[in-house]
């Protein structure tokens, strides 16, 4: 069965540190990748998505995403965060022909210390 | 627009009870999908729609029911809920096909069974 794996479950930082959240997945086809953000108390909202062409894919707020095909790796990363950054990130996968099936991480909570 | 609409926000039954939670969607999506959100598992699949008509079980669909009489409505049906059935639960949709599956979420349902 494929599977998303996020290797950090909490991650502390400073503000102006920058930030990397690790996501790999288990599948051997072609794929969608997504990073959602979900501030305390909210709903998932999109931060970014790759689904083709340039695998260095920029999002809202700062963000931005790698995708290493042979490493079935989409990590995250900002180079200086805020405050305001403080929420929970999952990664997510979609299969390429099962458009809408969205496979989660564990998700990852970010705390931004002032 | 109003995107994905979840009723009710929150949610206190006894075991034992029944309840629908409600999900609408204006988006004219083919996919919904129901999921629940747990501390450090992420968001897990409960059951999923491609369509009008047609449902199928997701990881955890145990102790919960699903139908999609339209495009734009998909409720959950807990029968009979369990203290085990304490969770927040999101609804998403999104479109099927191969690209362009960037799932659009609810402002989800947290659910309390004591």
């Known amino acids: 069965a494929q599977s998303v794996s996020q290797h950090n479950h909490h991650v502390i930082l400073s503000e102006a540190a920058s930030l990397e959240l690790g996501c790999n997945y288990s599948?051997?086809?072609?794929?969608?990748l997504f990073w959602y953000v979900q501030y305390p108390g909210q709903h998932l909202q999109l931060l970014l998505k790759y689904f083709s062409g340039d695998p260095l894919v920029k999002g809202i707020k700062g963000f931005e995403a790698e995708f290493i095909k042979s490493k079935f790796s989409f990590n995250l990363r900002k180079p200086s965060v805020q405050w305001s950054d403080t929420a929970e990130y999952f990664c997510a996968v979609s299969i390429y022909n099962q458009g809408g099936k969205l496979i989660f991480g564990q998700g990852t909570e970010l705390s931004v210390k002032p | 627009n109003a995107g994905v609409t979840q009723t009710p926000k929150f949610q206190v039954l006894k075991t034992g009870q029944s309840m629908t939670l409600q999900c609408a969607q204006d988006?004219?999506?083919?996919?919904m999908s129901w999921y629940r959100q747990d501390p450090g598992m992420g968001l897990r699949l409960i059951h999923y729609?491609?369509?009008?008509?047609?449902?199928d079980q997701g990881e955890v669909p145990n102790g919960y029911n699903v139908s999609r009489s339209t495009t734009e409505d998909f409720p959950l049906r807990l029968l009979s809920a369990a203290p085990s059935q304490t969770s927040v639960y999101f609804c998403a949709s999104s479109h099927t096909g191969t690209e362009n599956t960037e799932a659009f979420f609810g402002q989800g349902t947290r659910l309390t069974v004591v």
């Open positions: 599948y051997g086809g072609t794929v969608n």
């Open positions: 729609s491609v369509g009008a008509g047609i449902t």
């Open positions: 988006m004219n999506h083919e996919y």
